[in-house]
């Protein structure tokens, strides 16, 4: 196994894109997902853990097994593998809350965490997620659409729904979570990463990434995708600090930057 996944590698390093350079990052057995987001990187392997990068090192973080995990300015969230239940780390350790159900979550946006349940995506306020500090219930806001995927970032929020449409919004608030409008964007895609900057890219049903380009404070939903080329197929990225984070289908973890 060790063999083949060298031989994949020295091919992910032949393959150059116009703009990133990849090579492997430090290695974590069967990566699943990955996050970063203020200087951080965290990651889930295929058994659950949440693993904090040191250096070039991976240290476990707890022994609850997780489905997904998102850090950014809300702090560190993550939604379980049993139940579904959301977790904030505070103090050293996740706590658990009640009042609502999440398969996916993210914090990367101004303040606010966003989620998606069994049936639709939701919002927690800025004062509700960064005055949590204790096992107990938490109102999310309902964002009245049905998704699979969302993230935000600095000029808004950008959602996957069931049908694999990639939809963006502008208008979610941080400290109401009132959204009064999704527009529809051209393309398909499974997962769907925002960097804290406003960088966005998505990965679809092939496993083939792309980036938005053209963003900006005028443009904040960009102006088109352009391919990242990747050697392998892709489940998973992230983005932080000129930094593209790759998880491979096959679990491999790759770092690229420009």
């Known amino acids: 196994m060790r063999t083949v996944a060298a031989f994949l590698l020295v091919l992910c390093y032949l393959a150059v894109s116009d703009a990133w350079r990849c090579s492997e990052g430090p290695r974590l057995s069967t990566a699943r997902q990955i996050d970063a987001g203020q200087g951080k990187v965290i990651a889930i392997n295929s058994y659950g853990y949440v693993y904090f990068l040191i250096g070039s090192s991976w240290y476990r973080m707890s022994t609850i097994r997780f489905r997904h995990a998102s850090l950014g300015p809300a702090g560190l969230w993550a939604t379980s593998n049993s139940g579904n239940r959301v977790y904030k780390y505070i103090a050293g350790n996740f706590v658990v809350s009640s009042g609502l159900s999440l398969q996916q ?91 804290t900057d406003g960088s966005v890219f998505v990965v679809n049903s092939s496993g083939q ?19 990242v080329s990747m050697c392998m197929p892709v489940r998973h990225v992230a983005y932080d600090l000129g930094t593209l984070w790759v998880v491979t289908t096959s679990g491999l973890l790759m770092k690229c930057t420009h």
């Open 105 to 195: 979550v993210d914090a990367g946006g101004n303040g606010q965490v966003v989620g998606v349940g069994s049936s639709r995506a939701y919002c927690l306020r800025s004062d509700l997620a960064s005055s949590y500090k204790r096992s107990g219930s938490l109102s999310w806001t309902s964002l009245s659409r049905v998704m699979k995927y969302i993230s935000c970032g600095k000029y808004g929020c950008w959602g996957i729904d069931t049908s694999n449409r990639i939809y963006f919004s502008k208008t979610l608030s941080p400290t109401t979570c009132g959204n009064s409008r999704w527009s529809l964007i051209s393309g398909s895609a499974v997962m769907v990463e925002v960097g």
């Open 209 to 227: 990434v792309f980036q938005r380009l053209g963003i900006s404070s005028r443009y904040p939903h960009g102006t088109t995708w352009r391919t």
